[in-house]
Every structure is written in structure tokens, then in C-alpha cells.
């Protein structure tokens, strides 16, 4: 088995004076990174000489300049679209690693190959100073791996640090390195990555981490307004349906406790917050706050009375097809952006709705002109693209939600959009799009399932051409198997699919009285919808339609197998090709 690929992205901004040690330290490793891809932010020092020297001479860097200073979050999700490793070590220009932090990361990632991060002990020097210390958690005394589950019973306050290795396709699932979080971005999004697939740790040092005085993080904590405002775009997203999967873990973990009386003051301040979920995420921040009289008269001056429960709120100017994209994490907004302009011209009677969250507009304005800049589209020549500053962080969807014709989502909010009957895509192509303004308006989304006595608990579903579909069927299940095949036929044709499928099977040398079951389903197409979701899988059998309708239920797609040829020989029930 070929070992993990493993990119280094590094970011620079007038960090010069630290580049050739923190350059050395990542060339010298015994495990050798396969790219390493450093932005230099419009340094005005003479970091451009040094990092044009690297380049020069190690092939696997690649080096990025850009024209104007453009921020850390940005150049960081830059870097994560271009990294083609399995894994990504991020970094900064003023910090340095010891010998064997990779080897020692990814040896213990290749034997957990399930988790989706890799952390050790949080070192640090005082750029100041020089004074170091070696904060060792108490969470292992030996490298292990740590589940969800067993990371909240000791992480308690804490978080994934120290010198980092991230699975790439597990960062990029959570969003990346959110805008509106700021210098939180990457403590947020590796607490997310941890709990969704656990962490694997290393007592020890990797490296040490510089802390300035005035670096970004540092002196971002310190401005009381911007630390309680990324706060409180913290606590909604993890009160978002893109994030309730992790929420349970953050409470459990006490993650927030760390941030005391700026978090207090998140929920104070911003009547939204105002819920239980909020209330626990800060509990410990809340009892350390509390203990201090005046931090409570402090915090008490913020305090606002909680909102009512907002009202509805509909699309402004709807068209023929109207689709919502209800999550904005960058590389989602990217994809489903390129998509819907692939989709769709400039006359077509649709539009795309960003819903951007609450005071979030802004940011996602920005974020849109760059991938429209990235895409070489010109803004006044596009399909209606119209962001609205609406709450995102409500328990449930909110009412605009309902007059969508389609929302574009991550799993969780797409899941949570299909159970209120609304057609989601969570990764659309323009195809899906397409087909989806084209024929989505004949279904009825909100269709149940048929009624169908003693369902199997494993229900596959073909909806065209049946041949090679059922071929694959009777290939993997046995007839004793707890597993049905369902045939959608057209309307009025049972009788006659019925004596074609007997047909083939006799031809084939199938005995009819020893085959799983396959049920035929004679129904309108306007009730396809609830047809499949009555499935638990779908095979494809090519029609585009029926790919988009499955994609939008969430219906996992079952690889088949060719078709069994006239006069086969192959009559015996085979198993061992599995579905992928």
C-alpha cells in the first residue's frame, strides 16, 4: 500500500528574518513533504529574495507571490485548493520544527489511517524574551489514537496544537479556514476535524510555535469588540445544521471555557445566542466569569433581552427557479458558484440565493468577487446571484428556506431540507443543476414512500433500463438474502416488464423460484420522489433524471456489473465483487 502524500503550505508576511530557519526545518525532514506551497503576502522586507532562493533550489517548492496583502484565512484556503496531499501540514513563517516531526506524524497517521488529524505538545517561545515552554496535556503518555468520544473525556478545555498534520479531504469537508472566524479559524475547524474523525497524539515536541506580541492571533485576542464578535460567529455555526454533528463534542469538551468573558459577553451581547445550546457550549467560561464581581458588572452592561422568534421571511424578487445556498464555507461557495454558471446564462428565469448570516454579508460580497475574478466572469453578464443577509442559526431551517426550489448545502443542512420535502444537492454539477430547473417542477417532493408490506432491510432501486442493473443483482445477493430489488416501470406497463424480466431470466438460465425478490412498482412519475425514498440504495442504469433525483434525496448510487451475456454460463449466485 502506497504511504500518505503529504503537502506543507506555508504563509508569509514580512517574516523574513525567521525564513531560512523555518525553510531548513522543513526541507530537512527525514520524511520528505511531496509539495510545499508558500504565499508571501506582499512582504515588504526581503523575504521575495530569500524564498526565490529556496525555490531555486528545492524542485518541490512552489512559491506564490501575491501583488497586494490579502490576509491569513484567504491565502490559507488559496493554499488548501492547490495541495494535492493526502495530508497538509500548515504553517507559519516565524515557526520552526525539530527533526522527525514528520516522520513521527505520519508513521502514527498510516496506522490510524481513519483519523483525520495529528497533534502533539503545544511549545512555544517568546519572540521577545526567548523564554520557552513546553505545554504538555496530560492526555496520553504514549502516541495513541483517540476516538470522538475518548478525545471529550480528556481534552476538557483544550484543542488540537502544537505542530498539526490534517487530513486534507476532512479539512476541506469542514469548510477550511471559515473568514468570519478570523484568528479562531484554524482552532475552530481542527476541533471540528477531531471530532468527526478522531485524533492521534504525540507526548512530545515537534517544534515550537513564536509568540508576538503583535502577530495576527495574538493581538486580535486582545481587541475586546472583534474577539467577542468572532465568538459569536463561532456560536452560530456550531448551532448551524453544517456543524450540529460536532456540537454535542464541543459541549462535552468545555472548548469554549477558554475564552472566559469574551465568550459570556458573545452570548450577552447578540440576543440570538440567547439558548440553551449557547448556554452549555460557555458553561465553564460562565463559572470562571462569574467568580469575579467585576467582570459580572461588565458583562451585565451588554446585556440585551432576547429577540422574538423571527418572522417569515420570503425570497425577494423569486423566479421561475429559485435555488438557496445555505452554507457559505468557501470551498462550497466556490463549487456551487462555478456550477450554477455553468448551469445557467444570463437570460435564464432563475437565481441563486447566498444566504450569507447574520452580519456576514459583507464578507461573502468579497468572497463572491473573487470567484467570479477567479472564474473570469464578468458580474453584469451572469444569472441573478443575490446574497442576503439572513440568520442561518436557527435549530431549524427558516421559512425562506421553504420556498426554494432547490437549496445547495452540506450534508447536514441538505438532510434537513429533504425531511421538509425540499429537493438538495450537497457537490452539484452544472448537469445536475440543469436537469433539475429543467424536470424538478413535475415531482411531488413531499411523495411517501409506496406502501409496501415486510420491507427488507436492504432495498435497491432501478428506475430505467433494468438489464444490466438486475444482471449485477443476482450476481451479489442470494435468495435468502434480506435484500429486494425494485423495479420503477412506467405507468401501465407491470404486465408487460413483468413477462420481459420472466423472459430474460429463463433465457439465462435463472430458475424463477430461486431468485431474491424483485418487486415491480407501477406508479405516476410525479411520485417518483417517494419511490426512492423508500430505497436504500439506487443502481444506475444512465438516466440523467433519475441521477439528479437521487442525488437530491441523498440516495446512495450501487455500482453494477455488465450485463450477463446471451448463453452465459454464469448462473450461480456470486459475491465476491463488492459494491463500491
Not at 50 to 70: G, K, Q, W
Not at 271 to 293: K, Q
Not at 347 to 366: C, M, S
Request: with cysteine; proline share 7%; charged share 20%.
Amino acid at each position: 500500500m502506497p504511504r500518505p502524500t503529504l503537502s506543507v503550505f506555508l504563509l508569509n508576511y514580512n517574516h523574513g528574518h525567521y525564513l531560512e530557519e523555518r525553510l531548513r526545518s522543513v526541507f530537512d525532514q527525514s520524511w520528505q513533504a511531496d509539495e510545499v506551497i508558500v504565499i508571501d503576502d506582499a512582504s515588504t522586507d526581503q523575504s521575495g529574495e530569500i524564498l526565490e532562493a529556496f525555490a531555486s533550489r528545492y524542485p518541490a517548492m512552489r512559491l506564490i507571490r501575491n501583488e497586494s496583502n490579502l490576509g491569513v484565512n484567504y491565502n490559507a484556503n488559496r493554499a488548501l485548493r492547490l495541495a494535492t496531499g493526502d495530508f497538509v501540514y500548515p504553517c507559519s513563517a516565524d515557526d520552526f520544527l525539530l527533526p522527525g516531526m514528520f516522520e513521527a506524524s505520519m508513521s502514527l497517521l498510516e496506522r490510524f489511517p481513519q483519523a483525520g488529524i495529528c497533534s502533539s505538545y503545544h511549545s512555544t517561545i517568546d519572540s521577545v524574551t526567548g523564554a520557552r515552554n513546553e505545554y504538555r496535556m496530560p492526555w496520553s503518555e504514549v502516541p495513541r489514537f483517540f476516538t470522538a468520544d475518548e478525545l471529550v473525556s480528556v481534552i476538557q478545555g483544550g484543542h488540537p496544537s502544537g505542530h498539526l498534520m490534517i487530513k486534507r479531504a476532512a479539512l476541506i469537508e469542514a469548510g477550511g479556514y471559515l473568514a468570519e472566524l478570523k484568528w479562531a479559524s484554524d482552532w475552530f475547524v481542527n476541533l471540528v476535524v477531531a471530532y468527526r474523525y478522531g485524533l492521534c497524539f504525540i507526548p512530545q515536541t515537534l517544534g515550537w510555535i513564536r509568540v508576538e506580541p503583535e502577530g495576527y492571533s495574538t493581538a486580535g485576542r486582545r481587541r475586546w469588540a472583534d474577539q467577542v464578535e468572532v465568538l459569536s460567529h463561532t456560536l452560530r455555526h456550531l448551532q448551524s445544521p453544517s456543524y450540529r454533528d460536532v456540537l454535542a463534542y464541543f459541549i462535552q469538551g468545555q472548548n469554549m471555557t477558554v475564552y472566559e468573558r469574551h465568550a459570556v459577553a458573545a452570548i450577552l451581547g447578540h440576543s440570538e445566542l440567547w439558548t440553551p445550546e449557547s448556554i452549555r457550549l460557555c458553561r465553564g467560561a460562565f463559572i470562571r466569569t462569574l467568580s469575579n464581581d467585576a467582570a459580572i458588572d461588565h458583562l451585565m452592561q451588554q446585556a440585551v433581552p432576547p429577540a422574538s422568534s423571527p418572522a417569515d421571511v420570503a425570497l425577494p424578487s423569486p423566479r421561475e427557479f429559485n435555488i438557496v445556498l445555505a452554507d457559505v464555507s468557501r470551498p462550497r461557495l466556490d463549487q456551487a458558484v462555478e456550477a450554477y454558471l455553468g448551469a445557467f446564462d444570463e437570460e435564464d428565469d432563475v437565481a441563486l440565493y447566498v444566504l450569507a448570516g447574520a452580519k456576514q454579508e459583507e464578507v461573502i460580497q468579497t468572497n463572491l468577487v473573487e470567484v467570479l475574478g477567479h472564474l473570469g466572469r464578468d458580474p453584469d453578464r451572469i444569472p441573478d446571484l443575490i446574497v442576503l443577509d439572513a440568520p442561518t442559526s436557527e435549530v431549524e431551517l427558516p421559512s425562506y428556506l421553504r420556498q426554494a426550489d432547490l437549496i445547495i448545502a452540506s450534508p447536514p443542512i441538505a438532510q434537513a431540507a429533504r425531511d421538509m420535502g425540499i429537493p438538495a444537492l450537497v457537490s452539484p454539477s452544472p448537469a445536475e443543476l440543469r436537469t433539475a430547473c429543467d424536470h424538478f417542477g413535475m415531482f411531488d417532493w413531499k411523495a411517501p414512500p409506496p406502501t409496501i408490506e415486510d420491507w427488507p432491510s436492504e432495498r435497491w432501486l432501478v428506475t430505467e433500463a433494468w438489464e444490466q442493473p438486475l444482471a449485477s443483482f443476482l450476481r451479489r445477493v442470494a435468495p435468502n438474502q434480506d435484500t429486494a430489488l425494485y423495479l420503477r416501470v412506467p405507468e401501465g406497463q407491470a404486465e408487460t416488464t413483468q413477462r420481459a424480466i420472466a423472459d430474460w431470466l429463463i433465457a439465462h438460465g435463472f430458475d424463477l423460484a430461486a431468485i431474491p425478490d424483485i418487486v415491480l412498482l407501477d406508479h405516476p412519475r410525479r411520485l417518483e420522489v417517494g419511490i426512492f425514498r423508500l430505497a436504500t440504495a439506487w443502481m444506475d442504469s444512465g438516466d440523467p433524471l433519475s441521477r439528479a433525483i437521487a442525488a437530491a434525496l441523498g440516495v446512495p448510487k450501487l455500482v453494477t456489473m455488465p450485463a450477463v451475456p446471451p448463453n452465459s454460463s454464469s448462473r450461480s449466485f456470486r459475491k465476491d465483487t463488492p459494491f463500491t
